[in-house]
């Protein structure tokens, strides 16, 4: 196996890195300080910023918009919509990509490539009629409106994704939605105009039968957020996690994703690549954090002595360096499992990077603020509000102890059946 990136991707995330040093770091620093302002003001804090507006223009004016377009997607869509080269790309060569945007929380918002934005794209580019591409997949392509994913649940262990209590029952040529949803990433965005929420449609059916997706318009009555989430005192601005109320939300039976029944399918599809996305931005999150880490303890002194050559530090940090570079290798290897045999295929590979990526991505950040001491658990530097982005996805997607579930029955499986033999 090769892992080296192709020429198009080695140049697109240099591309992408240089514009992110540029041009959304110092933009980056600029809207953080007015949202806060306008948080502590008591003004509505979630309106996008008009400087994500302009940096969006200008990457979409240099082919940097929606890089995430998968492979076999090359023509109308990836040439209409600005993507570089007019081809979608293959896991692999987008990984180096989300490894860079990552570095940044805006980034990926500036390229068009944030969740939960990519992984609804992909799901309309694979299962919308041409009608649902039309009305939805089209204006969020061009980042005229954002969208969200409702799934999660407050009443029930979402970690089982069948504990699902709403509902999406079929009444004669309507669909009806019931249920209360939240970590509801997008919702915050007053241009969330589309989401898509998942329901009990046949309890009836076998466990991964009973669910359908539906496509949501976020303005119809029935749909209410009755709050904003924060996550360890960060609420994301201007994307949000909030909790969602729908109460006999009526929409037509054509809005069902590829037919009833299917939501497990679409969702399967949906999250392998998706979980390589957020892996290789927390790399990227998680190299941000090392270099902080090195240039606060090469530059401060305590005690007589730089804090790199205090308390084990040095150590503290090659081990960091080695934890990112295995990371990595890790997902490079997943997404290339995922290119060349698939997502059932993947599943145990996916399933690791989940687990391991998140927690290395805790322990370097970790570090770091301790480096920092005081100044790292402030708003000084975006190590506290990269200790809540990486921790949290500890739990987003799946908890580990769900992925470390499947990697063992995935391991476990040919000596089972060997035992059965025996």
């Not at 040439?79 to 080269?85: E, K, L, P, S």
């Not at 105009?193 to 059916?205: C, E, L, N, R, S």
């Not at 998706?274 to 005690?303: D, I, K, N, Q, Y």
């Not at 960091?320 to 997502?343: C, E, F, P, Y």
Request: hydrophobic residues 40%.
């Amino acid at each position: 196996m090769d892992f080296s990136p192709s020429e198009r991707s080695l140049d697109l995330a240099q591309r992408v890195r240089n514009f992110i040093d540029s041009e959304v770091e110092p933009a980056e620093r600029v809207i953080a300080a007015d949202i806060a302002a306008r948080r502590s003001a008591g003004e509505d804090p979630w309106p996008a910023h008009p400087l994500i507006g302009e940096l969006q223009g200008k990457a979409r004016g240099q082919g940097l918009w929606n890089l995430f377009l998968p492979a076999g997607h090359e023509g109308p869509y990836a040439v209409r919509f600005g993507t570089d080269g007019g081809a979608g790309l293959t896991n692999a060569e987008y990984a180096p990509i989300a490894e860079q945007m990552g570095r940044s929380f805006s980034a990926p918002l500036v390229f068009n490539c944030n969740a939960p934005d990519t992984g609804n794209m992909e799901v309309l580019l694979k299962y919308g009629t041409d009608e649902q591409k039309e009305q939805w997949l089209e204006p969020l392509l061009d980042g005229r409106i954002r969208s969200a994913f409702l799934m999660t649940e407050p009443g029930v262990a979402s970690s089982d994704a069948t504990n699902m209590e709403a509902t999406a029952t079929i009444d004669g040529d309507e669909v009806v939605l019931n249920g209360t949803k939240w970590w509801s990433t997008g919702v915050g965005n007053p241009d969330c105009k589309v989401a898509i929420f998942m329901g009990v449609t046949d309890p009836g059916a076998h466990r991964h039968g009973r669910h359908s997706m539906v496509l949501l318009p976020f303005d119809h009555p029935g749909v209410r957020v009755e709050r904003m989430l924060s996550a360890f005192g960060q609420h994301d601005e201007p994307i949000g996690h909030g909790e969602v109320s729908l109460t006999d939300v009526r929409l037509p039976v054509s809005n069902i994703l590829a037919g009833p029944g299917r939501a497990f399918e679409i969702a399967q599809g949906r999250l392998g690549p998706g979980r390589v996305h957020h892996c290789m931005r927390l790399v990227g999150l998680a190299e941000r954090a090392l270099e902080l880490a090195c240039e606060r303890s090469t530059s401060r002194t305590a005690f007589g002595k730089p804090l790199a050559n205090l308390g084990g530090n040095r150590e503290r940090l090659a081990h960091a360096r080695i934890a990112i570079n295995q990371a990595r290798l890790l997902v490079h290897h997943a997404a290339w499992k995922l290119d060349t045999v698939g997502a059932m295929g993947a599943m145990s590979d996916v399933s690791e990077i989940k687990v391991a990526v998140p927690q290395m991505a805790c322990d370097v950040i970790d570090m770091a603020i301790q480096l920092h001491g005081g100044a790292g658990m402030s708003e000084d530097f975006p190590l506290a509000a990269a200790y809540a982005n990486a921790r949290s996805l500890r739990l987003a997607d799946g908890p580990d102890e769900v992925h470390l579930g499947v990697i063992a029955r995935i391991l476990l499986h040919p000596y089972a059946e060997k035992a059965s033999r025996s």
